[in-house]
């Protein structure tokens, strides 16, 4: 079962939907000339297509090959299977590195490895549930699991979702700083989700 679906995850197709929108507009508005990008968590993500027209490699990365099959075709140049915490690249490799709805892995491991990765002037872009929204939806539970319910079997998947204060320390730890942040609201079926953009640099 696809959780992106609007008819049976309405919930987690808003937030897929605002965390598109927050990205598309941050990227067509503030980065030109991108070489080489990444997305990380990249099966069933955003649709970076539109956005990373001039760079010359655009890489998905997920740790679920299932996730990476079930993709819809778009501008990648490869599709490796990985983890977000241990990425096989060389340090410097990217310009752009791309997290859509990150909260699975929102900790050390991935900043430490978007802070190796990513080139001195480049960003680092990780969008996820909002802090405030996650303890309303969740009922005070924002940081941990998310559920939800997939052809009748409960799912849980780790969200990793911090309070701002939180987030910058975590990012700071890693060696890069929260140079801008925004958020956006979607609504699918009557369902209503919140999503927050950190854009990080070093």
């Not at 299932?66 to 993709?71: C, P």
């Not at 075709?73 to 977000?84: E, F, I, K, L, N």
């Not at 309070?163 to 320390?169: F, K, L, N, V």
């Not at 890069?176 to 989700?193: E, P």
Request: aromatic share 6%.
């Amino acid at each position: 079962m696809d959780y992106y679906d609007e008819l049976a995850h309405p919930r987690t197709a808003a937030l897929r939907r605002a965390s598109e929108a927050l990205l598309a507009g941050w990227i067509k508005g503030n980065l030109r000339q991108l070489r080489r990008v990444l997305e990380v968590g990249a099966g069933r993500g955003v649709d970076l297509s539109e956005v990373s027209g001039s760079a010359a490699v655009v890489v998905g990365l997920d740790h679920s090959m299932a996730m990476l099959h079930a993709s819809s075709p778009r501008s990648w140049t490869s599709a490796v299977h990985a983890d977000a915490g241990a990425m096989p690249f060389l340090g410097g490799s990217f310009d752009l590195i791309v997290a859509s709805l990150g909260a699975p892995f929102n900790a050390l491991p991935f900043w430490l490895e978007a802070r190796r990765l990513v080139v001195p002037a480049g960003c680092v872009l990780l969008t996820g549930p909002g802090w405030a929204w996650a303890e309303q939806d969740r009922a005070g539970t924002a940081t941990g699991i998310a559920s939800f319910d997939a052809a009748g079997s409960l799912v849980e998947v780790p969200s990793l979702v911090w309070p701002q204060a939180d987030q910058e320390r975590l990012v700071a730890e890693a060696g890069l700083r929260i140079v801008a942040q925004d958020s956006a609201s979607a609504t699918v079926g009557g369902a209503r989700a919140v999503v927050e953009l950190y854009v990080a640099t070093i």
